[in-house]
């Protein structure tokens, strides 16, 4: 007997969501969270309590589907959900590009009070003379 594939919470959430038939923004503003977020959830091992409750009330399932231990056995949500598209990888990727250029430039913003503070500083003993 072939043993079944390993499904994780955030797996769970994405077939569950899959099988609805909902919209991922649907989902997400269902739920009060961004869209990335739902995106980075569907990667989790696991959920929090209050996502998993939130994601059972919207979905029609009892919360306790994500509750099966360190994997899921689920037979009857697989194969619903196809790999992800050159779209979606694209997609994907450049919400990593972001991510990281948001990072960069929240580092920038540091580094300019830093230097606003201190030249301030400098103006104050400057008019201390």
Do not use: C, W
């Not at 989902?27 to 959920?47: G, Q």
């Not at 899921?72 to 949500?77: G, T």
């Not at 990888?89 to 503070?117: C, D, G, H, P």
């Amino acid at each position: 007997m072939e043993k079944e594939k390993l499904v994780h919470q955030g797996e769970v959430l994405m077939l569950l969501v899959k099988r609805s038939g909902l919209e991922g923004i649907e989902v997400a503003k269902s739920m009060d969270i961004h869209p990335s977020y739902l995106s980075r959830l569907y990667k989790s091992k696991s959920l929090t309590s209050k996502v998993k409750s939130k994601a059972a009330l919207l979905l029609g399932v009892d919360a306790s589907i994500f509750e099966t231990g360190l994997g899921y056995d689920i037979p009857a949500l697989q194969g619903i959900v196809e790999e992800p598209d050159e779209e979606f990888r694209a997609l994907e990727a450049e919400v990593e590009r972001l991510e990281e250029e948001n990072r960069q430039l929240a580092e920038e913003l540091l580094k300019e009070k830093a230097i606003s503070e201190e030249f301030r500083k400098l103006l104050l003993q400057m008019a201390k003379r």
